[in-house]
């Protein structure tokens, strides 16, 4: 009875998830391991934008480059959009 429950309240938690994906949750709770995991995956996204931008910045350094960027252009669209108009 107390497993059905369990099985219940995982899958309430975590309703997108797969049966598979919910049970990889649950045993990394139990072993403790999930929160690490989170915390180096979120280390090693934020590693990965703050080059990303630096870049943006040094690209977004024309009002008017910035404005066509903030619309849809790519970096190289914009120059290439300014240089024609």
């Known amino acids: ?7 219940s309240t995982n ?6 998830l797969s049966r598979k ?7 990394l709770t139990e072993e403790g391991l ?3 995991l989170v ?3 979120k280390n090693s996204t934020e590693a990965q934008q703050s080059p990303n931008t630096t870049q943006a910045s ?3 350094s024309d009002p008017m480059k910035e404005d066509l ?10 120059e290439a ?3 024609t108009n």
Do not use: C, H, T, Y
């Open 81 to 83: 959009w300014m240089q």
């Open 39 to 41: 915390m180096s995956l």
């Open 21 to 27: 994906d919910q049970q990889a949750v649950k045993v």
């Open 58 to 60: 040094e690209i977004k």
């Open 69 to 78: 960027i903030r619309r849809g252009f790519s970096p190289e669209e914009a």
């Open 34 to 36: 999930l929160e690490p």
């Open 11 to 16: 899958s309430q938690q975590f309703p997108k």
């Open 1 to 7: 009875m107390q497993d059905m429950v369990n099985k």
